[in-house]
């Protein structure tokens, strides 16, 4: 399986503050490129466990025996992770979105520029797809998916074509639902549109800002003290969540304060958000939205 070079390679894994002998886990394992570079770093005593719902990953599992590939979503890192007998590790990584390997295989239906069946599932047990979302939905819901997830202007009008376009025939494949839409796509900005609608309705069909809140939150308790998470987001959504939950353990609001003054934080912020490189970008074009936001557990 081809697997394009993991983004910000150096630098995520850097942010973990790699101590030889500690426990970490990489939660977006994908081709293993993160967690190669996290074995390379640890010591024989080290012990690297990785997360990834894709049957496709599998096929890339790493043959240490320091390493632990678990065939799971990341919303469940307590529980697997006390399954294989570790409450507290040093450190997490996480690179969120689809993979590159995902978008480049037409079948799975992530990318614009293939015509493939509306599946758009990360894991492929997964009874959601995107044909369910486009033809079940009804245009309240649709309008509110491409609103939200897709920060779409035209949303309702949007939500209305495919309503009216799948009461003629059911939509199966993106080629269909590119024409359902095509008001809305003027030649100038069709990419650009569509990419918001696919990423909405992915964003719908993998609960993927729900994924990424329960997995959040579930992180002050799984770091030890000093215990480092180092995340990529890709899009302002993601990285919104990422942000507010690094700076003050909350995604809406601000913290409360003691009777001191005082607001008791889970993490504290190491240096600012990195971004890759104009040559890396060069070499690899899903880099170009990437941000890396580094915390330390207090």
Known sequence: MEYHNP??????????????????????????????EILERLGEDGKLLAFDQDKDALKNDIDDPR????????????????????????????????????????ERGFSTRFEADLDMRMNQDSP???????????EKMLRNVLRE????????????LIVEGRAKEAIKSSEQLKVVLGRFLPKHKENKILAQVFQAIRIEVNQELEVLKEFLLQTPEVLKTGGRLSLISYHSLEDRLVKRFMRNGLFEGEPEKDVFGRVEVPFKLVGKFIIPSEEEIRKNSRARSAKLRIAEKV
């Open 149 to 160: 997830y897709g920060e779409l202007k035209a949303a309702a009008g949007m939500a209305r």
């Open 67 to 106: 390493f632990t590939l678990i065939n799971q979503n990341f919303r469940f890192l307590k529980r697997y992770l006390r399954f294989y007998g570790h409450t507290k590790v040093d450190g997490i990584l996480g690179d969120f979105g689809v993979s590159s390997h995902q978008f480049d295989v037409p």
């Open 7 to 36: 983004v910000l390679l150096k630098e995520t894994v850097e942010g973990l503050n790699i101590q030889p002998n500690g426990v970490y886990v990489d939660v977006t394992f994908g081709g293993g490129g993160h967690s190669k």
């Open 128 to 138: 959601l797809s995107a044909y369910q979302v486009v033809n079940d939905y009804d």
